[in-house]
């Protein structure tokens, strides 16, 4: 079975530019969540879907945006980038919204801003 | 609010020695605790949890945490090490009832297994 795929898996932008990062969670997983993990730290986490509903968003500004689509896949849109956007942006998808269970991570999405 | 402390950003051990790598928690309610483990270049891999029942708790690899609610911690421990357990581990909390994705993680621990 296939597991959390993310694309692209790696990116260069210049400040100021756009992107979106896209997140197929596992086959039957309803939530997803993305996270940014800055080099030397622990993934923070940005934003949580569930059933295409923002279910949580972490202290993010807003040029950070996210949707969910009918099939569960999911954007991570950042706007107007800044220099300390670079990092691995991760997507982690679990069966349900609430439940006892671990997050299921893709590989992430290595950004750059330069 | 919930947060994680790992107070080490490094653990060295010898290969076939036990291994130990702290974590503490903080939350207002009763937590769920797991241990993930990346790669370099990876995403994280999901080690072990603890909900609810038997403090301790073994998972993935041989790895094993014990829940210790009056100290708030969830030490991930290993009675022998391995070279290819080499590679960053992160302790990760929410509160119960939470919606799964809205996990805090720590800053991570770097464990070096020397052979």
């Known amino acids: 079975d296939a597991g959390v795929t993310q694309s692209p898996t790696h990116l260069i932008k210049t400040r100021g530019q756009h992107v979106t990062l896209r997140c197929s969670p596992i086959?039957?997983?309803?939530?997803v969540s993305w996270y940014q993990q800055v080099l030397g730290q622990g993934p923070q986490f940005i934003f949580q879907y569930y059933e295409k509903e923002e279910r949580g968003r972490g202290n993010f500004p807003d040029r950070f945006s996210a949707r969910q689509f009918p099939n569960y896949s999911s954007e991570l849109n950042v706007n107007a980038l800044l220099l300390g956007d670079s990092a691995l942006y991760l997507c982690?998808?679990?069966?349900?919204?609430?439940?006892?269970?671990?997050?299921?991570f893709g590989e992430g999405s290595r950004l750059t801003v330069l | 609010a919930q947060s994680v402390a790992q107070p080490e950003d490094q653990v060295n051990v010898a290969e076939g020695n036990p291994l130990t790598v702290k974590c503490t928690y903080s939350v207002s309610g009763n937590p769920y605790l797991f241990w993930y483990v990346q790669y370099p270049n990876r995403g994280l891999q999901f080690l072990l949890k603890y909900i609810t029942g038997d403090n301790l708790v073994k998972g993935s690899y041989g790895f094993e945490a014990e829940f210790n609610k009056s100290q708030t911690s969830f030490h991930l421990k290993k009675p022998s090490a391995l070279v290819s357990d080499s590679a960053l581990y992160f302790c990760a909390v929410r509160e119960e009832y939470t919606n799964a994705g809205k996990s805090t993680f720590g800053d991570g621990t770097t464990l070096t297994v020397k052979p």
């Open positions: 982690a998808s679990s069966p349900r919204g609430r439940n006892t269970g671990e997050l299921f």
């Open positions: 086959s039957g997983h309803k939530s």
